[in-house]
């Protein structure tokens, strides 16, 4: 089991950029395929990104490829969301998810369904 706790949410200007961290603690950190998920008030819960259990490859959402940029520390069991250039559409609560990777099954990273475990939330809201 993982304990994921996200924190840097806030209330930004369009075109302002902001930080998001997830942090864990638990079972290994670095054993975890590692996400970022997103929900708008009425909208479903959709992918943003997702990174590898050792940093080595990412995936983004198109909506965000050219904004967003995922990363971690595993020193730090921690996961970031840099965002840049913020759009009022990017308002929602933004979930981080694990994925455990130790049965070497392949990595599915949009599917909400392959995650182990979430986080509660942080809430980020961009006005325009």
């Known amino acids: 089991q993982l304990w994921l706790v996200e924190s840097g949410g806030g209330l930004v200007q369009a075109g302002d950029s902001l930080r998001i961290s997830c942090t864990a603690s638990?079972?290994?950190?670095?054993?975890?395929?590692m996400g970022w998920f997103r929900q708008a008030p009425g909208s479903e819960r959709e992918f943003v990104a997702a990174?590898?259990?050792?940093?080595?490859?990412?995936n983004y959402a198109d909506s965000v490829k050219d904004r967003f940029s995922i990363s971690r520390d595993n020193d730090k069991s921690t996961m970031y969301l840099q965002m840049y250039n913020l759009k009022p559409e990017d308002t929602a609560i933004y979930y981080c998810?694990?994925?455990?990777?130790?049965?070497?099954?392949?990595?599915?990273?949009?599917?909400?369904?392959?995650?182990?475990?979430w986080g509660q939330g942080t809430q980020v809201t961009v006005s325009s």
């Open positions: 990174i590898t259990w050792n940093g080595g490859d990412t």
């Open positions: 998810a694990a994925d455990w990777a130790g049965d070497g099954t392949s990595w599915y990273p949009t599917l909400p369904g392959q995650y182990d475990c």
């Open positions: 638990g079972r290994a950190f670095n054993m975890y395929h």
